[in-house]
């Protein structure tokens, strides 16, 4: 299992993609707000496919909420994950904290169970980083 650094800063958080990156069978990943803008992606995505992605996962995971009320009459479920498979690999989207998402594209080989796993990892050390308070200069000795 591969440790999460801990960030510097919470402005730039694609230091949350990199043990993804380094599982087997993992090509792309992307954190996206739910809005479908790119918080952060992987260096092997150009920029318009990472705002491609980041676009369609804001709208996978509202219509995979819909699906879920249709067949629940819930209001608002809650998501743990969406997957959607190809023959080209695997798209898994999770929540990665109000109004962010963390998506991953696999190889068709990949250990779901294995990547879904390391995504809550890494999402639950997002939520640790962004949930610290800022580090303030300290004041103390000037006039």
Do not use: K
Request: charged share 15%; hydrophobic share 45%.
């Amino acid at each position: 299992m591969s440790s999460t650094p801990s960030p510097n800063a919470t402005d730039d958080i694609s230091w949350v993609l990199t043990p993804l990156l380094e599982l087997p069978g993992v090509l792309h990943a992307v954190v996206a707000t739910g809005d479908g803008l790119v918080e952060g992606a992987s260096a092997g995505l150009e920029r318009a496919s990472a705002e491609r992605v980041a676009a369609m996962t804001a709208t996978v995971h509202a219509a995979a909420r819909a699906f879920t009320g249709a067949f629940t009459d819930a209001e608002r479920p809650r998501l743990a994950q969406t997957v959607v498979e190809s023959d080209l690999g695997y798209a898994i989207v999770v929540p990665a904290g109000e109004n962010t998402s963390l998506a991953v594209f696999t190889s068709p080989d990949a250990q779901l169970g294995n990547v879904s796993y390391q995504m809550q990892v890494q999402v639950a050390a997002l939520g640790r980083a962004l949930a610290s308070p800022c580090r303030q200069q300290d004041d103390a000795g000037r006039s």
